[in-house]
C-alpha cells in the first residue's frame, strides 16, 4: 500500500511540475524577462517553498526532542543543497542521453549560470566557517548570517538588472506550449496565469507532503540517525520531484531553463535557510555535516570550472553523480 502511495504521489508531482513550469514560461514571456531571472528566481523560488518549510518547521517545533529537531533542521538544510549540486545534475543529464549522446553538448547562458554559482559558493564557504565559530561569539555568527541574507538580495538585484540586457542578446523566456488553461477556453493574461501557477504550486506542495511520508514510513526500517536521515531522504522526497521542471526544460532544449531551475534553488537554499541555521541550531562541525558541505563544494565548482571554459557536455555531469555516490559511502560508513 506503501509503495502504491508513492507511485500516485510521484504522479501528481510530475503533473503539477508540467502545469507549473508551463504557465512559468508565459509569466515570464509576458514580463518580456529572461531566460535567467525565469529559472533561477521565479522557478526556483517557487518550487523551494514547499520544502523549505521542512526545516523551519522542526527548527520552530516545541514537540519532540530538541536535539532530534535541530538534527532534522540541520540535515534538511544541507541536504538540498548536495543534491541539487550533485544528483539532480546528474539526472538532468540522464535525461538527454537519449537525445544529445553523452559527448553531446549543454549549453545554457553563462553569465547568469556563473552569477549563481558564485554567489553559491560564496555564501556556503561562509556557512562551512560559521561551523567552526564558538557560541560564545554570537556577534560573529550573527555577522555571518546577516551576510549570507545580505548577499542573497543583492543576487536577486543583479539577476534583475542582467535581464534587459539578455533578452536583447535573444534569451528572452519564450513559451514553447500554449498555456493549458487557454486549452480550455480562458484568456492569456496575468489573472489566469496566476490561477494556474497556484494550481500548479499547490499541487507539488500536496504531492510533496504525500511523498515525504511515504518515504519516511519506508525509511523507519532503515535505523539510521536522524541528522543522516534528513540530508538524505527529505531532499530527494521534497526537492528532486520538484527539479522535474528541469527535466522537461532540459529535454526541450531549454538549457538555460534548466540549469537555471537548479542552480537559482542553490543559492537560495544555500543562503537563507543557512543563516537560519547558524542562528537556531548548535550548527557545529559533526562529520556528516562538514563532509556535506565539502561535497556540495566540490561539486558547485566542478560544474563552475566547466561553465568558465564553456565546454559542459552530457557525461560531464556523471561526476556529480559520483560525487553524491562519495558522500553517501563516508557517511554511512
Not at 53 to 80: E, F, M, Q, R, Y
Request: aromatic share 10%.
Amino acid at each position: 500500500m506503501i509503495f502504491l502511495q508513492l507511485f500516485l504521489m510521484l504522479i501528481v508531482i510530475l503533473v503539477a511540475a508540467e502545469i507549473f513550469t508551463n504557465a512559468l514560461e508565459h509569466l515570464g514571456e509576458k514580463l518580456k524577462i529572461s531566460e535567467g531571472v525565469t529559472g533561477s528566481i521565479f522557478a526556483a523560488i517557487g518550487t523551494a517553498l514547499p520544502e523549505t518549510l521542512v526545516p523551519l518547521l522542526a527548527l520552530l517545533s516545541s514537540h519532540g526532542d530538541a536535539k532530534t529537531n535541530h538534527d532534522v533542521g540541520v540535515g534538511a538544510i544541507l541536504g538540498a543543497p548536495l543534491m541539487l549540486s550533485t544528483l539532480t545534475m546528474f539526472i538532468m543529464a540522464i535525461s538527454v542521453i537519449g537525445h544529445r549522446g553523452l559527448g553531446g553538448h549543454l549549453k545554457p547562458e553563462k553569465t547568469g549560470l556563473i552569477r549563481d554559482l558564485d554567489f553559491f559558493i560564496f555564501s556556503f564557504i561562509f556557512a562551512g566557517i560559521a561551523l567552526f565559530i564558538p557560541h560564545t561569539s554570537e556577534l560573529a555568527r550573527g555577522l555571518i548570517a546577516f551576510l549570507m541574507v545580505f548577499s542573497y538580495f543583492i543576487y536577486i538585484l543583479m539577476t534583475i538588472r542582467a535581464s534587459k540586457k539578455l533578452v536583447s542578446e535573444g534569451h528572452s523566456t519564450e513559451a514553447s506550449n500554449p498555456m493549458f488553461m487557454e486549452r480550455i477556453g480562458l484568456p492569456n493574461n496575468y489573472l489566469i496565469i496566476s490561477i494556474q501557477l497556484l494550481i500548479g504550486l499547490a499541487l507539488l506542495i500536496f504531492g510533496a507532503k504525500g511523498f515525504i511520508s511515504g518515504i519516511e514510513e519506508t525509511s523507519s526500517i532503515l535505523g539510521i540517525s536522524a541528522l543522516i536521515l534528513s540530508m538524505l531522504i527529505i531532499p530527494i522526497a521534497t526537492e528532486l520531484p520538484e527539479k522535474v521542471n528541469s527535466i522537461f526544460w532540459i529535454r526541450k532544449g531549454k538549457d538555460t531553463l534548466a540549469f537555471g531551475n537548479i542552480t537559482g534553488a542553490m543559492v537560495f537554499q544555500g543562503t537563507l535557510l543557512p543563516a537560519i541555521g547558524i542562528i537556531l541550531t548548535p550548527w557545529e562541525p559533526r562529520k556528516e555535516v562538514y563532509l556535506c558541505i565539502f561535497i556540495t563544494l566540490l561539486s558547485s565548482l566542478w560544474i563552475r570550472t566547466l561553465i568558465h571554459k564553456s565546454n559542459i557536455k552530457v557525461w560531464h555531469l556523471g561526476i556529480n553523480g559520483i560525487f553524491y555516490f562519495i558522500y553517501l559511502y563516508f557517511a554511512l560508513h
